[in-house]
């Protein structure tokens, strides 16, 4: 007795339709075999499968039992076959009719009394079953939400395996989950720990965030400890434009392979994520035996925060230079390949040396020259390159910190940022990209139109300052976010002067 129906598994970032056969022979010794490159968590399927059926007031076969998981040469892993295998071996035994989940897919881990637990990955394998014409889906109560994105297949959320049979009976029917994005979005409730207006000062670090935020562009802050770096940071996420449902799409998927999706079942807050320096190489960019999108990945369409940056080591800083230019790292293992995007904000902080007085004008620097210029080219030039704003957070003076209410409230500066990137959809909707940072030299030639004067002063700023190509396509990259912060069709002289100003750090050098 033959039964087919359908699983799931995520390689890398993308569902796979898995095909589960469960095939019954009753003239043969009880025998329980899992086949097609079953990882271990899959192989102890069997004692889980097992429990969960008896302790659901069902029999279990007592017959050679072969779970057949094609494609054969793909390894599968992960506790979410053990409702599908469960599922299969009833339908074999008769206890559900065969025909009522052939065209079904079904994810989710057994507990012993037959609860269907909460698994990982689910958004990417709903994806696939969409794309497949899978006629109903079956996920764990707790994965359900995750089915906000897509209208075309009924997902169906599933408590225990008796409820789930009952269905197939024609019992008590299950209902499929019904929920709607919109709803959700207003459910969420927003609360707002930092805002610009809670920061004295720094007027131009605000600025050059605000340009940031406008363009995706990648911004350092440097300056003594205490002055506000990290503040600034944390706010940043305010004044960022939300995610449109593409980009929540894209972002939930990363989420909800590596199981950190909110309870609402969906991202809908651009990422902000903060590594300690002392992160490993696969850590920050991912990777392992079996590859796992890493920190950059997890910042996809939001901020990747490194703060004291020159403490990171070299060799981890040095591996960022790729995704940061392409918006994506492969990651290559013997057995395959797995590809992540990181379309991100790279938002650095430092201090100006180690001990991080160096400059200060009220505060002595304990350190040697040696010390100060080993300090500084812990980070190298290619890095350097890659940074298109850069700003000191000055020290502020008692009468500063003591003002209140006087700074730009944090909604108004993002309205301004959510007019600027509607000027840049607009300009790149024939394009593959949605941000001025991500334009290609082509299309900054195509797109971004210098006034006589400003072009100018471009070239003089490129032959008096050496710029180097990446860093002369920057600043007009950059340019162009300023002049669609102000509105204009046309990048001016004031917006190349702006754009040059951030262009170099005092800490670092000529950039």
Do not use: W
């Amino acid at each position: 007795m033959l039964s087919k129906l359908y699983g799931g598994s995520v390689v890398g970032l993308d569902g796979l339709l898995i095909e589960v056969e469960v095939d019954l022979i009753t003239r043969k010794l009880p025998n329980f075999t899992i086949v097609g490159l079953p990882a271990k968590s899959i192989d102890e399927a069997k004692e889980r499968v097992r429990s969960a059926i008896r302790n659901s007031g069902f029999d279990f076969p007592e017959h050679k039992i072969t779970v057949n998981l094609a494609p054969a040469d793909l390894p599968k892993e992960g506790g979410g076959f053990d409702l599908p295998i469960a599922v299969g071996i009833l339908s074999s035994a008769g206890v559900i009719d065969k025909s009522a989940v052939l065209d079904s897919m079904f994810v989710g881990e057994l507990l012993l009394d037959g609860t269907v637990k909460k698994v990982n990955g689910v958004l990417p394998l709903l994806d696939i079953a969409e794309k497949k014409k899978i006629k109903q889906v079956f996920v764990p109560v707790e994965n359900s939400k995750e089915a906000v994105f897509f209208k075309n297949i009924k997902v169906y959320p599933v408590a225990n395996l008796i409820s789930l049979v009952l269905h197939f009976q024609n019992i008590k029917q299950l209902r499929p989950y019904e929920g709607s994005l919109k709803d959700l979005l207003e459910s969420n409730d927003e609360i707002v720990e930092y805002d610009f207006s809670y920061i004295s000062g720094q007027d131009k670090a605000k600025r050059a965030l605000e340009i940031s935020a406008a363009g995706f562009h990648n911004i350092h802050l440097y300056g003594s400890p205490g002055t506000g770096k990290t503040m600034l940071a944390r706010a940043f996420t305010t004044i960022l434009p939300p995610l449109d449902k593409e980009e929540m799409l894209e972002v939930s998927r990363i989420y909800s392979t590596v199981g950190l999706l909110p309870e609402s079942g969906f991202v809908d807050k651009r990422p902000f994520r903060n590594p300690h320096h002392t992160t490993s190489r696969v850590g920050l960019i991912g990777g392992g035996s079996k590859p796992k999108p890493g920190e950059i990945t997890l910042a996809h369409r939001g901020v990747l925060f490194l703060d004291e940056f020159p403490e990171f080591p070299r060799s981890v800083m040095e591996a960022l230079r790729q995704p940061m230019e392409d918006g994506f790292v492969v990651v290559s293992r013997a057995n395959g390949f797995a590809k992540f995007p990181s379309r991100f904000i790279l938002l650095a902080a430092s201090n100006p040396c180690p001990c991080g007085f160096y400059g200060h004008p009220k505060k002595s620097c304990i350190c040697s020259s040696s010390a100060i210029l080993k300090y500084k080219r812990r980070i190298s030039g290619p890095i350097i390159d890659r940074i298109d704003l850069n700003v000191e957070v000055f020290d502020l003076p008692v009468e500063k910190l003591l003002s209140s209410g006087s700074g730009e409230k944090s909604k108004s500066i993002q309205q301004r940022v959510i007019k600027a990137l509607e000027i840049q959809s607009y300009r790149f909707k024939k394009e593959k990209i949605k941000f001025n940072s991500e334009m290609s030299s082509d299309m900054v030639k195509k797109y971004c139109n210098l006034e006589a004067e400003a072009e100018s002063l471009l070239k003089s700023a490129v032959d008096k300052l050496n710029l180097s190509p990446r860093s002369y396509f920057r600043v007009i990259k950059v340019s162009r976010t300023i002049a669609d912060l102000a509105g204009s069709d046309s990048v001016k002289t004031d917006h190349i002067a702006e754009a040059l100003q951030y262009r170099f750090s005092e800490q670092f050098g000529n950039m």
